[in-house]
């Protein structure tokens, strides 16, 4: 379990471990993934029993207390970066499964929605296991394969949002909603013991050093491509997380039984997930092959059209196919944005940029829910799918304008 020394040519062609620690980042990020999706099916459901009656508000408070965990997560985000290039990015997600580990145990102890939100947003002061496996896995992967290697672990990290609403819709009939919050607690302890004994990382003096004299941004030679690539991460996510807080509710428009609500609910989330764990690799792939920036800038394309027939759905096996494709078409955009990342910065400060584009995401995921939330509480759900579609068309016309000429990341 010690770490080894490392030298600044070896960190530059990747660690001797990577494919081992991708494995293993792999199925800690699957499992703290499933844990923290468990509550997404019954959460409006949670936010009632805390005594919100309202339609619109339990809609609203939904939205806030999902948005809360990413509000906090992009404050810290850069700060836990940071420290991982300077102490080590494996100390860092032992952190976050522990911290993770206690705050959603608390959860299913809350006493009022107020209680609830606060500790969502503990969860993202002490949190973000996954996208600390993408640092890790970032940093410790030769760069001609990062696309692929990225795109490896957005697939653990999507079959996890398959499999945890899944499990939040079966769950709570059999244990309770409260009882679902610990046993996800006790699911993401086990990614804290996997990430503590299995994953090895070498020591990097000279990065270390470098780290500590860095101002991290002052150290990036051409700044466009990472600012293009903050935007388009802040964009995606505001698109992508406005339609999650009222899946539920528009699913019970969709039903005559209103028993099933959660179960279908889950299906259309686990949707997604599915069709984003089958292109995530391939269309990383092809991103190593053919270049990133074409590909974020069609995938954001495809999506927005595929936004527009969602608003018209009659029924939930329309909701829930149309989710499937508009997965397979992001699937592979955030292992691409980290990848233009990676190419971009040295490795001394890769993670504390890595760390920034990750608070750029999370203030996309905070607003997103909050938005959405307020359009489907008061303006109605579908002008949320088409408002989406026209953020995602936006940002597939920013990425394919601001793209390099030669578009050589690699």
């Not at 939205?63 to 997560?73: H, K, L, R, S, V």
């Not at 039903?255 to 764990?277: H, Y």
């Not at 936004?307 to 955009?333: C, D, E, H, K, N």
Request: proline letters at 5%; glycine letters at 12%; hydrophobic letters at 55%.
């Amino acid at each position: 379990m010690t770490d080894t020394p490392m030298n600044a040519a070896d960190a530059a062609a990747g660690s001797v471990y990577w494919k081992r620690n991708l494995a293993v980042s792999l199925i800690g990020s699957f499992t703290t993934i499933v844990a923290m999706t468990l509550l997404l099916p019954f959460l409006p459901l949670y936010v009632e029993e805390l005594g919100v009656r309202d339609h619109a508000a339990i809609v609203q408070w939904s939205g806030i207390a999902y948005g809360a965990t990413f509000f906090a997560a992009a404050f810290v985000a850069p700060l836990w970066g940071r420290l991982g290039d300077i102490y080590g990015r494996k100390l860092m997600l032992v952190r976050a499964s522990l911290g993770m580990t206690i705050a959603i145990s608390l959860m299913g102890m809350a006493g009022d929605v107020w209680q609830l939100v606060a500790l969502r947003l503990f969860v993202g002061l002490a949190g973000g296991y996954s996208s600390g496996s993408m640092v890790l896995v970032a940093t410790q992967t030769p760069k001609d394969r990062s696309a692929w290697a990225l795109g490896m672990l957005s697939s653990g990290i999507m079959a996890g949002n398959l499999v945890g609403p899944l499990i939040g819709g079966a769950l709570p009939p059999l244990i309770g909603i409260r009882g679902t919050f610990l046993a996800a607690g006790a699911f993401i302890f086990l990614a804290f013991l996997g990430t503590a004994f299995l994953i090895k990382e070498e020591k990097s003096p000279a990065r270390k050093q470098a780290a500590k004299a860095s101002g991290g941004w002052r150290s990036i030679p051409d700044k466009g491509p990472v600012i293009a690539m903050l935007l388009t991460g802040m964009l995606l996510m505001l698109a992508n997380m406005s339609i999650e807080p009222i899946i539920t509710v528009y699913v019970a428009d969709l039903v005559t039984d209103q028993a099933s609500v959660t179960m279908i609910a889950g299906v259309v989330m686990s949707a997604a997930a599915l069709g984003s764990i089958l292109s995530a690799s391939r269309l990383g792939k092809l991103a190593d092959r053919i270049g990133h920036w074409p590909v974020i800038a069609g995938a954001l394309a495809v999506a927005a059209v595929l936004l527009i027939p969602q608003a018209f759905v009659t029924s939930a096996w329309q909701l829930i196919i149309l989710r499937f494709l508009m997965g397979i078409a992001l699937g592979g955009l955030l292992p691409c944005i980290s990848a233009v990342i990676r190419h971009s910065v040295p490795d001394s400060a890769a993670g504390s940029i890595l760390g920034l584009s990750v608070s750029s995401q999370y203030v996309g995921q905070v607003a997103g829910p909050v938005l959405g939330g307020f359009v489907g509480g008061h303006i109605g759900m579908p002008s949320v799918f088409l408002g989406t579609c026209v953020l995602l068309a936006a940002g597939a016309a920013f990425t394919w304008l601001v793209k390099p000429k030669d578009q050589e990341l690699h």
